[in-house]
């Protein structure tokens, strides 16, 4: 399996340090605001990426943390931690904050159909942790106390390992060099310093108690030591969004390369943005959208809503590492093929095999399986589905031929790459509430069909008019009935 590594900026095979075991690290969200659509697409990403982990036979321990402390307004090292600020707003506990958002990220997460992690760490459940990174920091040389935070010697470790700035691919001397006028203005050395420890001003909210103050840990702190604490102090693969690459991400390698003496990390990869109109989304630009209100359509950009399945499906439609630009266009062509996709699925299981097949479906483990070991290439994996859904109608129209052998080939294969790595469920398969109205359907067309074979015209066509007046389209074939909403 091929995967890109931003790290060495090529694509790598993927072979995990301790066979058949892979550790997988994912930056989660910062939960102080309901989840977006550039929550959506890490979370999906990765979710494939462990699907396919699994299905390939490693034994995956998927840690993706919550952040819940220690993340500044300004992404910085001065300003309010995010979560306190929203929690004085809105007069509320830190904590009771954080419960209410990270609940309404698990709900989003379960309806966009994204397996759990196998470990969600909380950064203020690990505050001793990070002390302890702190001080293995301090102890290597590479870090210093400040009026009773500590800050990590951006200079003193890149002249040692020449290291800072390798993900990000930045001019490190160039970045040290304009920053030297900024010294003596704040209580880092140099401005490309970065906070491990904070000390607490007293209107702070959420502090705690360490050698050197009481205070709070950096925003970049908690990924190196949670990472290391759940898989080891050298692991597979830390994945996140592509806007986390600088600083976080390189601060997050300096940081366990000082404390450690080694990196954590062999394989770096990152999903690359979503763009609203060609913009970036934001919420000054007036182009926020939650994941709810794509879900209800209550948006002033969205014409309608959007379930979401067609919120899944319209990512994996780009590859991870290309950038998505939403539009109420491109989401509505998502929703199309997404409903010609299921059609076919749906369509596939009630195919008649015959003596012999005049397809040729054989190869469609070997296209997707192909796909996915070229860096997730999950649009040509769709692109495969289609071509299945194309030979599909052809033997349902009576044009092709299948045998059962092949047939049930297809639908094992098919069931494989669209339900179980893709995760595209089908919303009418979604719950046993759907599937009891499912099954109520196709019991009133099984009556209709009874009151056809008795010439009750009647009966026959008072069902299907008032179900086409409700929304149904109901089509008669030689096997039965097919219908669809």
Known sequence: MLIYNTLTRRKEQFTPINPPHAGLYVCGPTVYGD???????????????????????????????????GHLVNDADEGEDKIAKKAKIEQLEPMEVVQYYLIRYHKAMDALNVLPPSIEPHASWHIMEQIDFVQKILDAGFAYESNGSVYFDVEKYNNKTRAYGKLSGRNIDELLETT??????????????????????????????????????????????????????????????????FPHHECEIAQSCAALGKESVTYWMHNNMITVNGQKMGKSLG??????????????????????????????????????????????????????????????????????????????????????????????????????????????????????????????????????????????????????????????????????????????????????ALGFEIKDTKDGFEWKI
């Open 35 to 69: 989840p977006h659509l550039g929550h959506a697409r890490p979370a999906i990403t990765f979710d494939v990426l462990f699907r396919y982990l699994k299905y390939s036979g490693y034994k995956v321990r998927y840690v993706r943390n919550i952040t819940d402390v």
């Open 180 to 245: 030297r006028e900024l010294d003596g203005q704040s209580e880092k050395r140099r401005s490309a310093d970065f906070a491990l420890w904070k000390k607490a001003s007293p209107e702070h909210i959420m502090h705690w108690k360490a050698p050197w103050s009481v205070g709070f840990p950096g925003w970049h702190l908690e990924c190196s030591a949670m990472s290391t604490k759940y898989l080891g102090e050298q692991f597979d693969i830390h994945g996140g969004g592509m806007d986390l690459i």
């Open 287 to 468: 182009n926020f959208i939650t994941l709810e209100e794509f879900f209800t359509g209550n948006h002033p950009l969205l014409t309608q809503s959007y379930s979401p399945m067609t919120i899944r499906f319209f990512i994996l439609q780009a590859h991870y590492r290309s950038t998505v630009d939403f539009s109420n266009e491109a989401l509505q062509a998502s929703e199309k093929g997404l409903a010609r996709l299921m059609e076919g699925y749906a369509r596939l299981q009630k195919l008649s095999p015959s003596a012999v097949s005049s397809v040729e479906v054989k190869d469609l483990q070997d296209k997707c399986g192909e796909a996915m070991n070229d860096d997730l290439n999950t649009p040509i994996v769709i692109s495969h589905l289609f071509d299945a859904v194309k030979a599909v109608n052809l033997v349902h129209d009576g044009k092709e031929t299948i045998s059962a052998e092949d047939l049930n080939e297809v639908k094992r294969v098919f069931r494989l790459f669209m339900e179980d790595i893709l995760g595209l469920a089908g919303e009418e398969n979604a719950g046993s509430s759907n599937e009891a109205y499912k099954q109520a359907v196709d019991l009133l067309l099984n009556i209709r069909l009874q009151a056809k074979q008795n010439k009750d015209w009647a009966t026959s066509d008072r069902i299907r008019n008032e179900l086409s």
